[in-house]
């Protein structure tokens, strides 16, 4: 005879998931109208954040433009601290970079091919100090000797760099950031 006393095995209950409580949105460290400064490019302008279509994910972009090489960029907003984009200098760091360019030039006896491997680094990490240490030590005064013509694309590019930032810093053009800078320079 079957035993009756045995209770029926209930199935097992379901487990509710955790609740999870929802994270916000991650906040766009740039809004529309910031000056940025993006490592490879040097300073932009914020004119917008967007939303793309890109392989069937929705991704929030930086729409960042470039007036002086007539360049618009487009950065995921997730991607942004990885590719090195980041907000304009404080005045401390400008005026860091400008006691650097006081300084004496330090030229390494390395190669020509390696320096300017080097110096291309220093500009493109987009810090303003290193910047100014390429422009410091690429400098001629009125009495040395001239430079070799990829010796000044270097120069040229790192000024510009640098000046660019620093008159978006200052809020003066461009050109008198550069005189500024230049003056410094033949003062030192």
Known sequence: MPNTNKKPI?????????????????VAPFAAGDFVVYPAHGVGKVTTLE????????????VISFERDRMTLRV?????EGAGLRKLST?????????TLKGRARVKRAMWSRRAQEYEAKINSGDPVS?????????????QPEQS?????????????????????????PEAATAKLEKLLNAA
């Open 10 to 26: 209930a199935a097992p209950k379901a487990v509710a998931a955790p609740k999870v409580a929802k994270k916000d949105k991650p």
């Open 76 to 80: 995921p907003v997730m991607k942004a």
């Open 91 to 99: 005045r401390k760091v400008m005026e860091s970079a400008l006691l």
């Open 51 to 62: 939303y793309q279509l890109i392989a069937g994910q929705k991704i929030e972009l930086f």
């Open 131 to 143: 910047i100014a240490e390429v422009v410091r030590d690429l400098h001629r005064g009125a009495t």
């Open 149 to 173: 013509y990829s010796e000044r694309q270097i120069y040229e590019q790192a000024l510009e760099r640098l000046a660019h930032e620093m008159a978006a810093v200052e809020r003066i053009k």
